[in-house]
């Protein structure tokens, strides 16, 4: 993998996963895509072959992440319900962080033609795979069917809200989705009493009583190592500035963030450009430049966002983050 490619992929499955949740799959282009990374055609046929290489690339990024939070869910429960629940409701949480990759994921790989269909299936028996393999013992001897049933069914109920209930919190279905999980293998007051706990369970969550007692996974974007560097102070600054007050000029950025030197200024925004961190509009003759985050700035800020003990989405987790752009 050529040193381009550690910044080039991400930004441009992030940028993928934008413009199909915007525009539908059907009317995503390479070119939007590339547009929105702010990165020539070029870059992205470095990275990958087509529009559909690309989207079954971000697929399996969102599949990655999904079994992460099963394995976690899992690690941290003492029955196979407590390990449902926590998934359920990580899951949840997460697709709530990460809209564009959610709506991709669950809605737009319809139209992606047989192969994503291929992958979705594939991703279902896997998924499947990983909750049974962590099943001490399986609820009254469930066999892979009914439990490729129960996902599909998850997926199902999922994709509907994300159609028509934008509203809505998704960690509103988590009572729902509890009890398509369990009523295959529970009896039906069983089932009701797991529905309660785990409306609870969301109820406790949104007020911030509860938390996750694990971390979310880490999403398809890579933070560019200049960010980590704890004298990296002024370059997340002018990001959280960027952030706050698009469209701002070399001056206004300086002037925000206590840089005084217009070459100071001038080298760090072009570093930060350079990185596809932020994207300029061109003034004209005697005018001023304007910076806003590009799509991939956006990502990575969101990425970085989390305090300690509380994610993105404003659910709490029981991990601890550093907040890089906060310093």
Not at 18 to 33: D, K, L, P
Not at 121 to 141: C, F, H, K, N, Q
Not at 191 to 212: F, M, P
Request: net charge positive; charged share 20%; aromatic share 6%.
């Amino acid at each position: 993998m050529s040193r381009d490619s550690h910044w080039q992929r991400p930004r441009l499955l992030a940028a993928m996963a934008y413009v199909v949740a915007e525009e539908g799959f059907s009317n995503t282009t390479v070119s939007r895509v590339c547009a929105r990374a702010n990165l020539p055609r070029r870059s992205f046929y470095i990275e990958f072959e087509s529009r559909e290489d690309c989207f079954l690339a971000l697929m399996e990024e969102g599949l990655r992440s999904t079994v992460e939070l099963i394995s976690a869910a899992f690690g941290a429960a003492e029955t196979w319900q407590e390990g449902i629940r926590q998934a359920l409701a990580a899951l949840l949480v997460f697709f709530e962080s990460e809209p564009a990759l959610a709506r991709s994921l669950i809605v737009e790989f319809l139209a992606a033609g047989a192969e994503a269909l291929e992958f979705r299936e594939r991703g279902l028996l896997a998924l499947t795979d990983s909750i049974l393999r962590r099943w001490e013992t399986s609820p009254r001897g469930a066999q892979p069917l009914p439990p490729m049933t129960v996902m599909s069914s998850v997926h199902g109920v999922i994709q509907r809200h994300l159609i028509s209930n934008k509203d809505k919190p998704l960690l509103s279905l988590l009572g729902q989705l509890m009890g398509v999980v369990t009523a295959p293998y529970l009896r039906p007051h069983e089932v009701a009493a797991e529905v309660e706990l785990a409306d609870d369970y969301a109820q406790e969550l949104q007020n911030g009583s509860r938390v996750i007692p694990f971390g979310l996974p880490s999403s398809a974007v890579e933070i560019p190592s200049t960010l980590l560097d704890p004298r990296s102070k002024r370059a997340r600054s002018v990001l959280r500035y960027s952030g706050a007050h698009p469209g701002s000029s070399n001056r206004q950025v300086g002037s925000g963030v206590g840089i005084s030197c217009r070459t100071q200024v001038s080298s760090l925004l072009s570093r930060l450009e350079g990185l596809g961190l932020l994207a300029k509009t061109s003034a004209a003759p005697g005018g001023a430049n304007a910076w806003s985050l590009s799509s991939y700035g956006e990502e990575v800020t969101k990425a970085v966002r989390c305090r300690r003990g509380r994610s993105s989405t404003g659910y709490a987790t029981g991990t601890r983050s550093i907040t890089y752009l906060t310093s």
